[in-house]
């Protein structure tokens, strides 16, 4: 009878076991087809070029076509490869979908390509490393709206990295005496501390979104780019020249700092930040930027909104990370002593900083086009169940204003904008946290001045509520008053 029970709880416990197993598997194919976000396999109708991107090296040298070879091997294709094309920086990525051959190009000249191609119908999604001007606008209006969620997709967050070479002593600059290097009123590193050494200034061409964007946060309408400065459409040929070089200085994508130095940037009164991830991904960094995808606003391409749908997914968002961008994936930090009014350095004790900040459109209180993704992957990354447990706090802040109370109420109504966004995707939140013009990430009165109406999110465990509604409510204790007076006492 024993040896019967023995054999019966043997074969309970395999049969436990089992169903264990069985329960992971289901959770681990769950999550796979999860993380495949629509991506189906291929109708066997299909061959040929199937669409192609075109615009912006900093996008399409490495990004685009890694995005391209995962999206056809995760459709189906087999033995799909990166092909460089005759024509320097245009790229073929291929494979079969059985006994048929298919393909994607990319053509990465420049960010005005992209449109250009748009417009001719050259290209089906173009690649830019800034935002769509008031021109590419109207001259693309028989596509749609450019400018709404349907055409512009925000697919990484960049910074672009002013560098100079290994062994510069120089640590930091701000802005402004950046734009006089590159507008050739400083010429040598004696100016700026160093030794006696002619400043060479290397560039990227007229065609690239790179140079578009330096010189719309650098350059501005009060500098002229040196007419003796070096141009690159390649952001990587462009450092590899400064890494070999003591006297030079250039601008490129984070991605392609590669064995240079890259300073640490302000503005105005603002602290100096170098383009680490947090600091760019959230966009506080001076020098950071969004990388887009354009279409037409309602293409009739399935495979073309696929893609961008790939490309905006957990994998194709982790793809960006490898390649060297910054990931629009949250994630949490923990921030030591983060500066700020005594109740934002208090939340520092109890909470961790999530990699992404809100912000709105120009002029109005609307979630801008990221922002609008962005509610969807904080939604996403507050369901998993590492994060259940999880509480998030969000703290809104303003750029300058007429009033300080006018600026405190806007930075509340920005947060409460963002709750109610997360409310309808059942993630709820604490009551909000504003702190109006405290915290400033750019010249209150720059062309970036935007950068300071922003959402932070910060996440804490639930076991710490308590504490944490007694610092929304201001209600320190002397302990860690005390801990955080240091840090108060500098600002």
């Not at 040929?237 to 590669?258: H, K, M, P, Q």
């Not at 959230?282 to 399935?302: H, I, V, W």
């Not at 935007?450 to 002397?478: C, F, H, M, Q």
Request: some cysteine; charged content about 20%; overall charge positive.
């Amino acid at each position: 009878m024993r040896h019967f029970a023995a054999f019966v709880l043997f074969k309970s416990q395999r049969i436990n076991c089992l169903s264990h197993f069985l329960v992971a598997c289901i959770l681990l194919l769950s999550f796979t087809f999860a993380n495949a976000e629509q991506v189906t396999p291929f109708d066997s109708a299909y061959e040929g070029r199937l669409f192609t991107l075109q615009g912006s090296n900093t996008i399409g040298a490495r990004l685009a076509p890694t995005w391209a070879k995962s999206f056809l091997e995760a459709k189906g294709a087999k033995g799909v490869t990166v092909e460089a094309l005759p024509q320097l920086n245009e790229y073929r990525i291929k494979g079969r979908n059985g006994a048929r051959v298919v393909f994607i190009d990319v053509n990465a000249h420049g960010s005005s390509t992209g449109f250009q191609g748009l417009k001719t119908d050259m290209a089906d999604i173009a690649l830019s490393s800034r935002v769509i001007k008031d021109k590419g606008v109207s001259a693309l209006k028989t596509l749609g709206n450019m400018q709404s969620a349907k055409a512009e997709h925000v697919i990484a967050i960049d910074g672009l990295a002013v560098i100079v070479h290994p062994n510069n002593d120089l640590a930091k600059l701000p802005v402004n005496v950046i734009g006089q290097i590159f507008g050739g009123q400083i010429t040598n590193w004696e100016v700026l501390g160093g030794p006696d050494r002619p400043i060479n200034v290397y560039a990227r061409d007229n065609q690239s979104g790179t140079y578009d964007t330096f010189k719309s946060l650098v350059l501005g309408k009060q500098f002229m780019l040196a007419p003796t400065a070096e141009r690159f459409e390649s952001n990587d040929e462009l450092s590899d020249r400064i890494a070999n070089d003591t006297g030079g200085i250039g601008f490129v994508g984070l991605a392609s700092v590669r064995q240079a130095k890259a300073l640490a940037i302000s503005e105005g009164d603002t602290m100096a930040l170098k383009p680490e991830v947090m600091y760019v991904a959230t966009e506080d960094y001076p020098l950071s930027r969004r990388l887009y995808m354009y279409t037409a606003e309602n293409t009739d391409k399935s495979l073309v909104s696929e893609f961008i749908d790939f490309a905006q997914s957990l994998a194709g968002q982790k793809i960006v990370e490898e390649i060297g961008f910054i990931s629009q994936n949250p994630k949490s930090l923990t921030i030591e002593l983060a500066t700020g009014p005594a109740q934002y350095q208090a939340l520092s004790k109890y909470g961790k900083r999530l990699s992404l900040n809100f912000r709105f459109q120009s002029g109005r209180a609307d979630l801008d086009n990221k922002a609008l993704q962005d509610v969807q992957r904080l939604a996403r990354f507050m369901k998993a169940y590492a994060n259940k447990n999880m509480n998030i706090q969000l703290v809104g802040f303003s750029n300058v204003e007429s009033t300080e109370k006018r600026a405190q109420v806007l930075s509340r109504l920005r947060a409460t904008a963002v709750k109610s966004a997360l409310y309808r995707h059942d993630i709820k939140t604490d009551s909000v946290m504003g702190f109006g013009d405290t915290l400033r990430v750019a010249d209150a009165k720059g062309g970036s001045s935007l950068k300071n109406e922003r959402v932070e999110v910060w996440i804490y465990p639930s076991t710490a509520a308590a504490a944490v509604e007694k610092v929304r409510k201001g209600d320190l204790t002397a302990k860690l008053l005390q801990s955080i007076a240091p840090i108060i006492a500098t600002q």
